[in-house]
């Protein structure tokens, strides 16, 4: 498996642009276009939300039908909370990017972020849409990559290939994240392309391992958006046999699409809101992994862990007291807690000012572990977590002023 | 009812005192006694969370004997996270503090909070025991509130009147609270003294009910701290005749308590760390009170809604988005929101331009109301919030600096 520098068109017959059509005031990209010279099956998973976007609504509709060919995404407007306006504005979009590139309307999904209950400025994304599928070219990926951000503040993108039965095939992908980052589909919108030929149920199979072993274990501030989205295209380019489950071909294509995920949710989490730390918090000894997944939330979600991380304080004792409040019935006295592999709790109680002095120093790097035992079990779980700092309060005052 | 400029000494017969013993660094009042001149019913209630602090653990088991008589509160030191060495220092300094009032050791409590796992200086708080006790005065309230403080800014104490049968019975409290403020049992230490004649069961059920509307609705940052106490002692001395369930004496009581507890959780919210605004976060139209409390807690833990409601942002959309991944299987076409009273989303979408200059105004007030319907119900619940500021984040990374 290799990595590259490339991303979403990577894959053989990928397309993509960006401009900027004016959605966002700043003259930034805010129009980003994807393309398969060809309809292929398509994965998808959707923001667990009940305050679903337009496109949302939309995206799972056209999912019924199982073939992808295009994606068309503006930053800058999140079309929520629009009602039924919303939803019609989204349909009319992807009936002009169907007509320009004559797909089936069906075959064409929309992707939304920004700004949450503002109608979407249909007309001008309409006008730009000639100009966009114009500029569609192999070489698009990184216009299209930064046309999706909102106050990321980089792009975002990757691409791995392998051999399967002597083919190259390659997963491609990028996403934008920044704010609302949280599992169950870590609020963002991330976009995946690939050449292998696969049938759909698989490819969801692919897509939901992957999804959950990446953008559902992050966590920057807790809140998960109303328009989180995955899309993965798949249009069968690279000619290998037809992958089946079980096969080792399968099991390869599941790594290379599971790379792509991981290294596009690290990079999220990297470029969070304000971000200056990334911490792996890793929970062990429960009686479930659900239990230990609920220990590790707790933990990524505090806002006391968080800013004693932006501080650099080794405040074990706020991490000890997420641990209790996190609805699971443990016994303080048999938890173990160690920071970047340093011991600084044992059975419940801490070890004193030795093990402080040392792990003070190991809390000043910019990512590190944080393992708990719970000493009940088997169960483990593990969640990137952030910190929080001045900046992503400043972010988050000032974002639609 | 008449409220007073008093607090926890207002009741007859109780006597406080508060001093600097040494254990903040800075020369800060951090130790404090309250002491009744005979013992009386105690109720009490205890955080929920299951990293309970030493003080904690002995104020349960204190409580199974019912009768209270003093309480010694030191700040700047949680004794959480301290293993049984942390709990025989707690029994050590309430033995000392029983020998010196020549009290039943069951019958005095210790508080305690501050940093998370360090070794209470012992030696240090039993030396200013003897000076503790000579201070005590009816008027020592006031110093006693001072130093169970540890990043608030103000003393909180209020105490309220009433006549009862002929017979003015008076409830006062104290309470600190500032970080780690949430629900259930609300982060922070309370104290609540009462002249009343009152038997334990009907004191508990009380306090219960109290706690419930004020304490429990409360949310800062969403942490539950391990070391979170209300205790209410009475002592009888108001001479009324024994309140009896279902009494009208009985029901002039619990308001007298519940407007005490009330007030002392909405000076908590008030000086809650770095807050600029306190919001009150009503949601109505749910199937089960339980459903719109967890609504209610989603919005109002929202790092997103926080920081746009410090940054006088009316970004109503980021309260939808919580709402949403609240975890109640809410229809979003029909919910309607308000923010202080001005009608801004309807049946789910954004009512425009116009609605939203109005709120715009209404969110720079240091305090209002946001009230959401779900339309689905009944269930009503509600939860003070606050915003995130930057002085919150700078409070909270260098606490233990």
Same mark, same amino acid.
């Given at each position: 498996m ?56 939309l ?45 089936? =309307?069906?075959?064409? /999904?929309?992707?939304?972020?920004? $700004? &949450?209950? @503002? #109608? !979407? ?65 870590? =609020?963002?919108?991330? /976009?995946?392309?690939?050449?292998? $030929? &696969?049938? @759909? #149920? !698989? ?21 998960t ?20 489950k ?32 990334? $911490?792996?918090? @890793? ?15 707790a ?41 970047d ?8 109680a801490g ?10 120093q ?40």
């Amino acid at each position: 498996m290799s990595a590259s520098s490339g991303g979403i068109t990577s894959p053989k017959g990928f397309l993509a642009s960006g401009l900027h059509a004016g959605i966002k005031q700043r003259p930034l990209l805010d129009l980003a276009l994807i393309v398969s010279v060809k309809p292929g099956p398509i994965a998808g998973l959707f923001t667990m939300n009940r305050v679903a976007a337009a496109p949302v609504v939309l995206g799972r509709r056209q999912l019924l039908h199982g073939l992808g060919r295009a994606v068309l995404i503006n930053s800058g407007n999140a079309n929520a909370c629009t009602g039924a306006r919303g939803i019609a504005d989204a349909e009319a979009l992807v009936r002009r990017v169907a007509r320009a590139l004559q797909a089936d =309307t069906r075959t064409v /999904y929309m992707g939304s972020t920004g $700004v &949450i209950g @503002r #109608p !979407l400025p249909v007309e001008r994304i309409a006008r730009s849409i000639p100009a966009l599928v114009n500029a569609l070219s192999r070489s698009g990926g990184a216009r299209a990559a930064r046309a999706i951000l909102t106050t990321d503040k980089k792009e975002k993108e990757i691409a791995f290939s392998a051999h399967i039965g002597g083919h190259v095939v390659t997963v491609g992908g990028m996403a934008k994240g920044s704010g609302m980052i949280h599992p169950r589909m870590a =609020t963002m919108l991330a /976009y995946l392309s690939t050449d292998a $030929v &696969i049938a @759909r #149920p !698989l490819l969801q199979q692919a897509l939901r391992h992957a999804v959950d072993r990446s953008f559902n274990c992050i966590s920057v501030d807790g809140d998960t958006s109303t328009n989180d989205t995955v899309l993965c295209l798949a249009n069968g380019l690279a000619g290998n046999q037809p992958l089946r489950k079980d096969s080792r071909g399968f099991s390869v294509f599941q790594r290379l699409l599971a790379s792509v995920c991981h290294e596009l949710a690290q990079r999220i989490c990297r470029d969070g809101e304000g971000v200056t730390k990334v $911490v792996d918090v @890793r929970v062990k000894g429960a009686r479930t992994a659900q239990e230990a997944r609920r220990v590790a939330d707790a933990i990524a979600t505090s806002s006391l862990v968080k800013t004693a991380l932006f501080g650099e304080d080794a405040n074990w004792g706020r991490i000890m007291a997420a641990i209790g409040r996190a609805g699971v019935p443990i016994d303080p006295t048999r938890i173990a807690l160690a920071i970047d592999g340093i011991p600084i709790v044992k059975r419940g109680a801490g070890l004193g000012a030795p093990a402080e002095r040392r792990i003070a120093q190991a809390v000043c790097r910019s990512a590190f572990p944080v393992t708990i035992d719970l000493g009940r079990g088997t169960g483990a779980a593990n969640v990137w977590t952030t910190d929080l700092s001045y900046e992503y309060v400043k972010i988050n005052a000032s974002y639609r002023s």
